[in-house]
Structure formats: C-alpha cells, structure tokens
C-alpha cells in the first residue's frame, strides 16, 4: 500500500511498492494471516505513519474525538487532517507532509498573518495560511507548489496562486479524506478503545 512518504516518487515508478510488492530482506515473503488485533494494530500504525505522528499525539486526538458528540473515527480523521502541517501539504506548498513539518518547524509559514512554528496547531474556518514575509520564505513555498504542480487541493481549502495564499473554508469533508485514503477507522476505534 502506498502512503507517499516520499512525496512524488511514490507517483513514479521508481516507488518501493511499485518495483516489489513485499519488504526488503529473507523474511519479506510472510504468508501467515495477521489476527484480528495484528489488522487493528495494523490500520493504527499506517494512519500514524500517513500522518507522521507520534504516539502521545495519537492519543491525544482519539480523546479529542471520543468527547464529541458524532461518530469518533470520522472526527478523528477530521482532526488530523485539520493538523497544519497537513494542510500546507494539501495547499501544495511542500511537496511531502515531513517537508511541510520542517518549512513551518523553521519559520517559513505564517497562519494569519503571524509566524507559527508548531506544526501539530489545528486550524479553524476562516485561518489564513502564507508563507512567512521574507523572501527565502516565499522561494521555498513557490518552488514546493512548482513541485506539486499536479496535486488537487481539496474543496475544504481555497489557494490563492498569485499571492500564495491559501484558506481553509471550512471542515474537511469525510468523502475526500477517505477518498485518498484506504484506512478503516472502525477498526482504529475498536483497538483504542479498550
């Protein structure tokens, strides 16, 4: 399975899953089921991987979620995706969901008009994300959305190309987060919940 850590080469075929379907090393061919617990586990490490979180952070949004009022997988997706470095990945400003972490872990993205340097902030409707007022910002964020040229961003944000501007319109949409990614939440519920 694909989780475009690389960024564009898991697009070409110079991606690891493309070239060999199996893990490097003697023991990649492993032909015994996984149990019940190994899928769930499973799921949960693959969206923490797609995401670049760690466990104390995994934690801390499945409780976000499990305190609101509708269904706990969907609004733990919601919350990831509303992470920042995520959304100036979705914007196109980086080409990989680590490159964005480091552009705004240095100072390079401004969230309304201010300098942020935590990527784990969760934005709101109405949260203006651009790159940093100095011009090694403003290369860095151009040469990244020149690099994801191709990528569509999602209906839940509207990107300004002249100015490089982008805004989050509103909550994500669980069709478009499901649609690029072949993760059951169910299954990530059931394993954090006991």
């Given at each position: 399975m694909k989780l475009f850590l690389k960024g564009a080469r898991c697009d070409s075929p110079q991606c690891a899953i493309v070239r060999r379907e199996y893990p490097p090393g003697m023991h990649g061919w492993r032909r015994s089921k996984f149990s019940?617990?190994?899928?769930?586990?499973?799921?949960?490490?693959?969206l923490k991987r797609y995401y670049g979180l760690l466990e104390r952070q995994?934690?801390?949004?499945?409780?976000?979620?499990?305190?609101?009022?509708?269904?706990?997988?969907?609004?733990?997706?919601?919350l990831v995706?509303?992470?920042?470095?995520?959304?100036?990945?979705?914007l196109g400003f980086a080409v990989s969901r680590g490159q964005a972490r480091q552009l705004i872990g240095h100072g390079h993205i401004a969230l309304n008009g201010k300098k942020h340097t935590i990527s784990s902030a969760l934005v709101r409707a109405n949260d203006v994300i651009s790159p940093s007022a100095r011009a090694r910002s403003q290369d860095l964020v151009k040469n990244g959305r020149e690099a994801s040229r191709g990528r569509i961003v999602p209906s839940w944000l509207r990107l300004d190309?002249?100015?490089?501007?982008?805004?989050?319109v509103g909550p994500p949409g669980t069709g478009e987060i499901k649609e690029g990614l072949p993760i059951q939440e169910q299954l990530i519920v059931e394993i954090c919940s006991r």
């Amino acid at each position: 399975m694909k989780l475009f850590l690389k960024g564009a080469r898991c697009d070409s075929p110079q991606c690891a899953i493309v070239r060999r379907e199996y893990p490097p090393g003697m023991h990649g061919w492993r032909r015994s089921k996984f149990s019940d617990y190994g899928t769930r586990i499973r799921e949960k490490q693959r969206l923490k991987r797609y995401y670049g979180l760690l466990e104390r952070q995994f934690r801390r949004y499945f409780e976000l979620a499990s305190r609101g009022t509708t269904n706990t997988g969907e609004e733990l997706l919601h919350l990831v995706e509303r992470r920042l470095d995520n959304v100036v990945y979705r914007l196109g400003f980086a080409v990989s969901r680590g490159q964005a972490r480091q552009l705004i872990g240095h100072g390079h993205i401004a969230l309304n008009g201010k300098k942020h340097t935590i990527s784990s902030a969760l934005v709101r409707a109405n949260d203006v994300i651009s790159p940093s007022a100095r011009a090694r910002s403003q290369d860095l964020v151009k040469n990244g959305r020149e690099a994801s040229r191709g990528r569509i961003v999602p209906s839940w944000l509207r990107l300004d190309e002249t100015e490089l501007r982008g805004m989050v319109v509103g909550p994500p949409g669980t069709g478009e987060i499901k649609e690029g990614l072949p993760i059951q939440e169910q299954l990530i519920v059931e394993i954090c919940s006991r």
